[in-house]
């Protein structure tokens, strides 16, 4: 069964408003959980670490202004576009490990992403 | 600067034969490599991982080959099927940094033919 939900599947927004998209854990606490971006034919691209209780850490070149990440509770990470513009058009995935680090038996699970259009 | 590389972006089989799907790295900190399959508009979904201390892991259809002094890693699907058409990534990571992040390929696009 899935392991985690993310939510919503796709959303289409003005450009200048502001996107949350969710991240659920079903079956266990995570206390990590990561934000991929995908742009069309490229690979996935690390946005963010999400640490529970704490600030995420941003990869090199992601604003974190812009993109808002609050890990309130050890099954929720949310993930804010804030004044989105086209260029933000994205499939946004989230992940996570049970541990919350990777290990040769506990791969990343993925949710089934979120396509944003900003328009 | 790309440490994990895919360089065919398509491959494409015929119902029954083996598919191989390649994957090249850079950084020699990363002892731990999956593969993932995805589908459009959907998440990546978990196929088979292999640690640095292995050569090769089996499971099922799915065999993974890890060569680490060519940096080199392949997935072998035999006998493949129509259903296994989708994007294989595979990702690195280096268990010494201990933040579970994954570096992915670009993808290749594998399509079985019937």
């Known amino acids: 069964g899935a392991v985690v939900s993310q939510h919503p599947s796709w959303v289409i927004c003005k450009s200048g408003t502001s996107v949350k998209i969710e991240c659920r854990s079903l079956?266990?606490?995570?206390?990590?959980m990561f934000w991929y971006r995908q742009f069309p034919k490229q690979s996935l691209m690390l946005m963010a670490t999400?640490?529970?209780?704490?600030?995420?850490?941003?990869e090199q070149g992601v604003e974190k202004d812009k993109f808002l990440i609050n890990h309130a509770s050890l099954t929720l990470s949310t993930l804010t576009v804030t004044s989105a513009h086209p260029e933000d058009s994205s499939f946004y995935i989230c992940?996570?490990?049970?541990?919350?680090?990777?290990?040769?038996?506990?791969?990343?699970?993925f949710g089934n992403g979120t396509r944003l259009t900003v328009t | 600067d790309q440490q994990v590389k895919q360089n065919s972006p398509s491959l494409s089989v015929q119902e029954g034969r083996i598919s191989i799907l390649n994957c090249d790295y850079t950084n020699s900190m990363f002892d731990y490599f999956l593969w993932y399959k995805k589908y459009p508009a959907e998440g990546p979904t978990f196929l088979i991982s292999i640690s640095s201390i292995k050569d090769k892991n089996e499971d099922g259809r799915f065999t993974v080959f890890l060569n680490k002094s060519a940096k080199h890693l392949s997935l072998h699907i035999v006998p493949s099927q129509p259903g296994d058409s989708a994007v294989y990534f595979c990702?690195?990571?280096?268990?010494?940094?201990?933040?579970?992040?994954?570096?992915f390929g670009q993808g290749t696009t594998l399509q079985v033919k019937p």
């Open positions: 999400s640490n529970e209780g704490s600030k995420a850490t941003y």
């Open positions: 990702a690195a990571s280096a268990s010494a940094s201990n933040t579970g992040k994954l570096i």
């Open positions: 079956d266990f606490q995570a206390t990590t």
């Open positions: 992940s996570l490990t049970g541990t919350g680090l990777l290990s040769y038996n506990s791969p990343l699970h």
